[in-house]
């Protein structure tokens, strides 16, 4: 098989993985967010193969978050600020943690996938926290019912979810690695 029918192939199977994760992942939640357990194929995806690729499995994982009905409430506020902000997380956080890989992997891939590992979540909140500043602020700082705004966003939306997220991320980043030292061996 060449290089390139074996790149198609796994980042298919990676695809398909981020989207069977991300429904099973639409029925546990932390607080009135799913957590989002594709985070962890997006960065072994990118580190196996590129930059794009890791581009290509947020979006993917940013699309399904949006069939799924995980993004209903923000939805009926404001459609397209919505997708724009489900569709930007998800493909910033994969491109993110594509460039943290290349650009890491050069010198300690171990490292380099921990670091991802790490990217990945960060900039996914960072994404979401600032779609909800930009496209549903009125309705949030409503939501907070008089309490802080940013307060109630970090605590109510992103706190319990992200600190899972992360800390998955972190905890399974030598299985990771692990996985992306034997697939890179197979090629």
């Not at 607080?31 to 947020?58: E, Q, R």
């Not at 993917?60 to 949006?66: A, E, R, Y």
């Not at 171990?110 to 779609?131: E, K, M, Q, R």
């Not at 019912?145 to 979810?161: C, D, K, S």
Request: with cysteine; hydrophobic share 55%; glycine share 12%.
């Amino acid at each position: 098989m060449n290089q390139n029918t074996r790149k198609i192939a796994g980042v298919g199977l990676f695809t398909a993985i981020v989207v069977v994760l991300q429904f099973l992942g639409s029925f546990i939640h932390f607080g009135p967010f799913s957590i989002s357990l594709v985070l962890i194929p997006i960065v072994v995806g990118t580190a196996l193969y590129g930059v794009w690729s890791g581009a290509w499995l947020g979006l993917v994982f940013g699309i399904t978050v949006l069939i799924s009905g995980d993004a209903a409430a923000f939805l009926a506020i404001d459609p397209a600020g919505t997708v724009i902000t489900v569709l930007l997380k998800g493909a910033l956080a994969g491109l993110a943690a594509g460039i943290v890989y290349s650009l890491l992997s050069k010198r300690n891939k171990t490292l380099a996938v921990i670091v991802s590992a790490i990217i990945c979540p960060i900039v996914n909140t960072g994404i979401f926290l600032l779609g909800c500043r930009l496209f549903f602020f009125e309705t949030v700082k409503e939501w907070a019912g008089g309490t802080n705004v940013l307060e109630y966003m970090l605590v109510g939306f992103v706190g319990g979810n992200f600190l899972f997220e992360l800390g998955a991320n972190i905890i399974l980043s030598p299985t990771i690695a692990k996985l992306v030292r034997f697939g890179r061996k197979e090629k």
